[in-house]
T-cell receptor, first 116, second 115 residues
Framework: AQSVTQPDIHITVSEGASLELRCNYS??????LFWYVQSPGQGLQLLLK??????LVQGIKGFEAEFKRSQSSFNLRKPSVHWSDAAEYFC??????????????FGKGTHLIIQP | DTEVTQTPKHLVMGMTNKKSLKCEQH?????MYWYKQKAKKPPELMFV???????INESVPSRFSPECPNSSLLNLHLHALQPEDSALYLC??????????????FGSGTQLSVL
């Protein structure tokens, strides 16, 4: 089955600094990858997704992610973080069986803390 | 309308109670999902409905009973739950099921506490 790994459980960044959250995938073919953000007690909001084509994907709220097949990575970046970016970030991959897409499998998440 | 609405937002129930979680979307999506999320953990898929038919049951205990009365509504009936079932229950929908262009829209969830 397809899977993603987020190696960082917590990341602390100063407000205004740049951010990179790591995600590595495990899948032989081109995976369908997503980044979601979740504020405490809330649902998940899609930031961006990658299916094919341009490997640099632009998302909402100033986020972007780059798909690198050679590194099996799909890291999320933002040039300058704001205090409101503090949240849990999940990388996810679409699961496929013989019948088609079965849903998303999420990484364990990275908790982003913003220092003033 | 690009929202998935879940009610109630919070629910406290005893182990002998019967309750239901509700989920509604009006985006014309034909696939709807229930996810369970424990604190500080990622969401885990429980059920998938496609065109109002149950497509996936991820070995969920029978004390959780999903129902899809129509294409806009998804319910999760709860009975004889255990304290370890306390979690955030998330509903999601997507335009279709089984396609390669899968974008899930999530509701805000129901925070369930079982006493």
């Amino acid at each position: 089955a397809q899977s993603v790994t987020q190696p960082d459980i917590h990341i602390t960044v100063s407000e205004g600094a740049s951010l990179e959250l790591r995600c590595n995938y495990s899948y032989g073919a081109t995976p369908y990858l997503f980044w979601y953000v979740q504020s405490p007690g809330q649902g998940l909001q899609l930031l961006l997704k990658y299916f094919s084509g341009d490997t640099l994907v632009q998302g909402i709220k100033g986020f972007e992610a780059e798909f690198k097949r050679s590194q099996s990575s799909f890291n999320l970046r933002k040039p300058s973080v704001h205090w409101s970016d503090a949240a849990e970030y999940f990388c996810a991959v679409a699961q496929y069986s013989g019948g088609g897409a079965d849903g998303l499998t999420f990484g364990k998440g990275t908790h982003l803390i913003i220092q003033p | 309308d690009t929202e998935v609405t879940q009610t109630p937002k919070h629910l406290v129930m005893g182990m002998t109670n019967k309750k239901s979680l509700k989920c509604e979307q009006h985006m014309g999506h034909r696939a709807m999902y229930w996810y369970k999320q424990k604190a500080k953990k990622p969401p885990e898929l429980m059920f998938v409905y496609s065109y109002e038919k149950l497509s996936i049951n991820e070995s969920v205990p029978s004390r959780f009973s999903p129902e899809c009365p129509n294409s806009s509504l998804l319910n999760l009936h709860l009975h004889a739950l255990q304290p370890e079932d306390s979690a955030l229950y998330l509903c999601a929908s997507s335009q279709d099921y089984g396609t390669l262009n899968e974008k899930l829209f999530f509701g805000s969830g129901t925070q369930l506490s079982v006493l």
